[in-house]
């Protein structure tokens, strides 16, 4: 069992790689794995000024922009999740971020934010063709932060997956996946205890993703904030509780737990739609 | 009779109990994992002037926390003569939870080649805030006679920031611009 950790994404990913392989054929799949999430990274980063989600932010309503096939995928899917999940689940939430304190202020930010659901009554604030050619048609400001780690982990895991290696687990700060005949030990935190052990089990073949404010909690301007938003109201989710989710991959897992801690439903139907199962500690 | 020291006892019963720690690299993995290529590797460790600290800390935009900075530099071929591929920089950062040693690689024009985490450890907040626990740590790595559990379960849990870290590579990048760069 080799394991590698490297800052990413605004946490610690770690690939761990259950192979015999040679030292120089791991060497390889580690590179592969990290280059996959320093890929994802630079173009989704809100902090980057260079990454697609700083162009999409800074263009002006009704320019468009040509975007990274993987940009493309993670928008759509995001987009998607938004549409199905009626707005709860919403990238557009980056300018609250901002407010409280949690996204530092963009270049261009005025007319914020609506929300994509809230436009998406009249006509979407964005609209990606084909070809991966974006629309921005009315003003929003997004982050990716409650989907993209997910999907950097997916492209690690193809990333190994296509260097030959027979199983390993990606792990990016708490939203993980797991690929191979190896079952990998896997445990939850406590969200009332955030470094004891809240729950331990094994996991094969699947990819996990936990939610939950107790990382990032404080206080602004005297009310209580977190980095979580509520898609449809805009209000900071401030509990003590976390939302656990296990999908057939890392993306869907990581979208999907901000839907189970907005609808508080661990058995909410769009779940099995996803294959997906939901458990709350 | 030798005296026993509780307080030693009392912090290593402690920090055993931490529910999260990971050895992912040694120091010496860690200088063979960045740079393959390099044949042999030679502390140079830093002391930094008053004026290298100022300039630190205006290139950072960071306090520059300390003058001694633990470095070694990769060669290929003979130690003096061989070729200089770059320098591996140690840190720790403590963050709210966590203590992470890291290393980061530097290429010769002191731009920033690769950040490996070496050992990542949690425990409670006020474990955390107290220098003794701090001090068992910082700097050791496994060669050092420091056993960490078996470290194999991955955790699942809301994301921890990494923002020590980050600030930590900035502060090393403004450090190899000041005092490694050739």
Redesign the interface.
């Known amino acids: 069992m080799r394991r590698r950790a490297q800052p990413w994404l605004g946490t610690l990913v770690e690939v761990t790689i259950a192979d015999t392989l040679s030292e120089a054929a791991a060497a390889l799949a580690f590179d592969a794995a990290f280059g996959a999430i320093a890929e994802v990274h630079r173009l989704m980063s809100y902090h980057d000024a260079a990454s697609d989600v700083s162009k999409i932010n800074q263009m002006a309503v009704g320019s468009a922009l040509q975007i990274h096939a993987r940009t493309a995928t993670v928008m759509r899917a995001a987009l998607d999740m938004n549409a199905v999940t009626d707005g709860l689940f919403d990238i557009a939430c980056a300018s609250r971020l901002v407010e409280w304190g949690y996204l530092p202020r963009a270049g261009l930010e005025s007319g914020l934010h609506q929300g994509l659901a809230r436009h998406q009554r009249n006509r979407p604030a964005l609209h990606i063709d084909a070809d991966g050619n974006l629309q921005k048609l009315a003003p929003v400001l997004i982050d990716l932060g409650g989907i993209a780690k997910g999907y950097a982990v997916d492209a690690a895991i193809d990333a190994l997956q296509a260097s030959g290696v027979a199983a390993a687990c990606v792990n990016a700060g708490g939203d993980l996946r797991v690929y191979g005949e190896t079952a990998f030990p896997i445990m939850i935190r406590d969200p009332r205890a955030p470094t004891q052990i809240g729950f331990r089990f094994d996991l094969k073949d699947a990819a996990l993703a936990t939610s939950g404010s107790y990382f990032s909690q404080r206080t602004v301007q005297g009310q209580p904030r977190s980095a979580l938003v509520h898609g449809v109201d805009g209000s900071a989710v401030v509990n003590n509780i976390s939302v656990t989710v296990q999908a057939p991959a890392c993306m869907t897992a990581d979208a999907l737990t901000k839907l189970v801690l907005l609808s508080a439903d661990p058995r909410h139907p769009l779940l099995q739609q996803f294959g997906a199962t939901a458990f709350i500690i | 009779m030798k005296p026993i020291n509780l307080t030693a006892l009392a912090l290593a019963a402690s920090a055993s109990s931490?529910?999260?720690a990971?050895q992912?690299?040694t120091v010496e993995q860690a200088q063979q994992?960045m740079f393959?290529d390099a044949t042999g590797f030679r502390d140079v460790s830093l002391q930094l002037t008053g004026e290298q600290m100022k300039q630190v800390e205006k290139l950072a935009g960071l306090p520059a926390r300390s003058v001694a900075w633990r470095v070694f530099a990769a060669y290929k071929g003979d130690a003096q003569l061989g070729s200089l591929l770059g320098y591996v920089v140690l840190d720790d950062v403590i963050g709210k939870?966590e203590l992470?040693s890291?290393a980061v690689a530097v290429n010769p024009d002191a731009s920033i080649k690769?950040?490996?985490?070496l050992t990542?450890r949690?425990?409670?907040g006020f474990e955390i805030k107290s220098p003794a626990w701090r001090k068992q740590f910082v700097g050791k790595t496994a060669a050092a006679g420091l056993s960490i559990g078996d470290?194999?379960?991955?955790?699942?849990?809301?994301?921890?920031?990494?923002?020590h870290?980050?600030d930590g590579?900035r502060r090393i990048a403004a450090i190899a611009q000041v005092a490694l760069k050739k």
């Open positions: 931490s529910a999260f990971t992912y690299l994992v393959p939870f992470i890291y690769q950040i490996e985490i990542y949690e425990s409670h470290g194999i379960a991955s955790i699942s849990g809301a994301t921890l920031s990494c923002t870290v980050t590579v």
